[in-house]
């Protein structure tokens, strides 16, 4: 990396140009903002080299259009697509987006959302277990919602009409699109063919033959990709360059984050929140009351009087979600000629079987589910009124969603009857409950009173 290209009073510049690649992968005229496209193409050449050397990715820049083909190393479900009014895209919904896709590529300059449906429709009828009527108001949702996602960014320009009025009413209401193909032909590039493969694992990174470069960049991923790198889902190699200076270094200059180093692992702190997808700590109740809930964990791990039981949790990526994408492939639409018959071994597999014959698996602190359940409804009774109206009545989707929030921030992790605390929770154990107290005289609650009110984070 050649660090004395940049001068160090545009410094700031170029590393908001690197994170905002590096947070979003396309960047359109309109995608994430006006201001990122003409940011990324100021620094377009020196991008392009960096984001190669040290990571291995690939940047192709236009006029309007700036696409990263990153290079995946393990399957990360915690990053789910999500609609403008950040509703997580389940399976029909990611079919009715490739559906789409598939064909605005062969689309003129405009479509009607109805003809756009008609189009869909008719590709979804030819797979099995999918289809899409107009007829059922779910059916016209989720297809909404793929289109809002595009629409998001800059694949489709509404031009008339209102996609809300044809999702009530498909006979009322019509919208009109202007497609930009461009922004249509950078989304879907995948690297490799999809029907040119038996298992989802042929889209990851091949590390069988790894050398000393390819490690370090897989690293460096880790490092921009992941909340927290711990150094127990690494190699012995991996461990060794994550420990030195100079390549953490390296992620620090070009992102303009700063790296915490721990003796379990290594967090970039993202103070500017252009990185993270996630703020934490942060505003609303979901956020208020996982740091509430970080306080109650942190206080039950560090009794030294009442140890409570230690479990043993490998944190290399298991194989149980590309077994499941694996077992979905539909074998009638691979094309055996030029499909890959070569068994790809996941990132992360033969190290884990041979650092378990010489080293002793780590443990971490357990906690059931019965205990967790009975936490949050106690926090429920003691703050329950600062909290979001939706959740102070629904204890059990609350502990749901504060948990896949703990667990995509690597503070804890899921098992069969209960969790794991992992060390980067400790980060967060002084958090500190300020419930403002509301005046008599003060006759009517704003939102902000209601929501966001019950802690603030502090480390």
Not at 123 to 149: N, Q, Y
Not at 369 to 385: E, H, I, N, P, Q
Not at 404 to 421: E, F, N, S, W
Request: hydrophobic share 45%; proline share 4%.
């Amino acid at each position: 990396m050649k660090r004395q290209r940049v001068d160090g009073l545009a410094l700031d510049s170029y590393q908001r140009a690197a994170r905002v690649m590096l947070a979003n992968h396309l960047v359109t005229r309109v995608y994430p903002d006006r201001i990122a496209l003409p940011l990324v193409r100021r620094w377009a050449t020196e991008l392009r080299e960096d984001l190669a050397e040290l990571f291995g990715y690939r940047l192709e820049v236009t006029e309007t259009t700036a696409r990263l083909y990153p290079v995946h190393d393990r399957l990360d479900d915690a990053r789910p697509a999500r609609s403008v009014n950040d509703r997580v895209f389940d399976r029909r919904r990611y079919a009715y987006l490739s559906l789409a896709l598939a064909t605005l590529g062969r689309a003129g300059d405009q479509i009607t959302l109805s003809e756009l449906a008609e189009h869909v429709a008719d590709h979804a009828s030819r797979i099995e277990g999918l289809d899409l009527s107009t007829e059922r108001a779910a059916d016209r949702d989720a297809f909404v919602d793929a289109i809002g996602w595009l629409g998001a960014r800059g694949a489709l320009t509404l031009a008339d009409g209102d996609a809300g009025g044809w999702a009530s009413d498909p006979e009322a209401g019509e919208a009109l699109y202007d497609i930009d193909r461009p922004v249509v032909f950078a989304l879907f590039r995948p690297p490799r063919a999809l029907q040119h493969l038996h298992s989802v694992r042929g889209l990851l990174a091949d590390d069988a033959d790894q050398v000393s470069p390819d490690q370090a960049r897989r690293v460096r991923r880790a490092l921009v990709e992941r909340p927290v790198v711990y150094l127990d889902e690494l190699s012995q190699a991996e461990r060794a360059l994550l420990g030195q200076d100079r390549l953490v270094g390296e992620v620090e200059y070009c992102t303009g984050l700063r790296a915490e180093r721990r003796a379990e692992g290594v967090a970039l702190i993202d103070t500017s929140g252009r990185l993270s997808d996630t703020r934490f700590p942060g505003t609303g109740t979901l956020a208020q009351v996982a740091l509430l809930l970080i306080g109650e964990i942190a206080d039950v791990v560090l009794d030294l009087d009442n140890p409570i039981p230690q479990r043993p949790g490998a944190l290399a990526a298991d194989t149980a979600l590309l077994d499941q994408l694996d077992a979905s492939i539909p074998t009638a639409g691979v094309f055996t000629p030029l499909a890959d018959h070569v068994e790809i071994v996941t990132a992360g597999t033969d190290f884990v079987e041979e650092e378990t014959e010489t080293t002793e698996q780590a443990t971490y602190p357990f906690l059931d589910d019965a205990w967790v359940r009975a936490t949050l409804v106690a926090l429920t009774d003691r703050y329950g009124a600062t909290f979001a109206a939706q959740w102070q009545a629904d204890v059990g989707g609350l502990t749901t969603e504060v948990l896949a929030l703990l667990t995509k921030l690597r503070l804890v992790r899921p098992v069969q009857d209960g969790l794991l605390i992992l060390p980067a929770l400790a980060r967060y154990r002084g958090a500190v409950v300020t419930v403002r107290v509301r005046k008599a005289e003060e006759l009517f609650v704003t939102a902000a009173d209601t929501d966001g009110s019950t802690g603030e984070g502090g480390v």
